[in-house]
């Protein structure tokens, strides 16, 4: 049965035998706490989430990795950014804290965001100090200490572990396609190059487009969890949505199950890569690990 801590997260732990890889989708959540009181309309303040983006690796648990999804939605509060990543003019009185000042968050789009759509104000008024810390201390910190126990675990296991934070991007960008998939890893800082390299050599082989480290480098969960020389890979992962939803009516589009599939082929490539490299650790002489190359027959989730 998953863990679920109600209206914040649910954890899904492996269902086939164990790898040290972890998933989580800290922005598909769309329970939006009785508490929000957004002035935005709510069409417009669905554009924020990453819509499905948990649907397309439930797969995971069955090819033995972890996998966390967030139920509340970024707009409320958002587990990619630095707690005191705080936007001063989205408050009633001065933060109490240093303030950790973020491009995102200069922007309007820190941990509690100010706007959305880059130009649309999220309230019709500023918030205080206590109803901020509220969504600190009952949204924000409990992912990331689920999130943190679940890495740590595999860790402790296997001696290395591999994170996969998943989200999903708009298809344009100021009028041009982005590629199919951005994967962000902090220009090495937070994965080692070869899992990077083979995750995006497995999407190519899919047939998809694949972009590194821009316009998306990764964020603050990579970065809180990235420790190459630690054996702590952390990765981040964006996916078009025009691959798989109308990003105007927020509805999964035909190609979500293809999609689907194929992340589903990936998950279990990813699965194969890190069996191999946990079993080389403490090989004996000759031993020749599993092919890691992604499976062209799999059924899917």
């Known amino acids: 049965m ?13 269902v086939a035998d164990a790898v040290p890889v972890v998933f989580d989708s800290p922005h598909s959540g769309a329970v939006y706490p009785p508490d929000f009181d957004f002035a935005a309309p709510f069409a417009v303040m669905r554009r924020a989430e990453d819509a ?10 069955r090819h033995g990795a972890g996998l966390l999804a967030a139920l509340f939605p970024r707009s409320y509060v958002d587990p990619n950014r ?25 922007r309007g789009l820190g941990v509690v965001r100010r ?12 918030l205080s100090i206590a109803e901020v810390q509220a969504r600190l201390s009952s949204y924000h910190r409990p992912y990331h200490l689920e999130l943190r126990s679940m890495i740590d675990a595999a860790h402790a296991r296997f001696g290395a572990v591999w994170h996969i934070n998943c ?3 708009k298809s344009t960008a100021k009028g041009h396609p982005r590629a199919d998939f951005v994967l962000g890893d902090r220009h090495g800082t937070t994965c080692e190059s070869e899992f990077t390299e083979f995750v995006a050599t497995t999407l190519r082989d899919l047939g998809y487009s694949v972009a ?3 316009p998306f480098k990764g964020a603050e969960l990579v970065a809180r969890h990235g420790d190459p020389a630690g054996g702590r890979h952390s990765l981040q992962i964006e996916i078009n949505r025009g691959l798989y939803m ?13 999609l689907q599939t194929d992340i589903d082929r990936l998950i279990a490539a990813t699965a194969r890569y890190v069996g191999k490299a946990i079993a080389t650790r403490t090989a004996p002489p000759g031993f020749v690990p599993r092919d890691c190359a992604p499976d062209r027959t799999a ?3």
Not at 2 to 14: A, E, Q, S, T
Not at 82 to 106: C, F, I, M, N, T
């Open 167 to 169: 989200h999903s991007m």
């Open 82 to 106: 630095h707690e005191h990543d705080v936007d001063p003019k989205l408050l009633a009185e001065p933060w109490p804290d240093p303030v950790v000042a973020s491009d995102h968050g200069r």
């Open 246 to 258: 109308d990003e105007e009516r927020i509805e999964r589009s035909p190609g979500f199950a293809p």
């Open 2 to 14: 998953p863990r679920i801590i109600p209206n914040v997260l649910i954890r899904h732990d492996p």
């Open 52 to 61: 499905f983006v948990d649907e397309l690796f439930e797969s995971a648990p």
């Open 212 to 214: 590194l480290n821009h």
């Open 299 to 301: 059924d899917g989730a």
């Open 115 to 126: 706007l959305v759509r880059s130009t649309v104000p999220v309230y019709g008024r500023r």
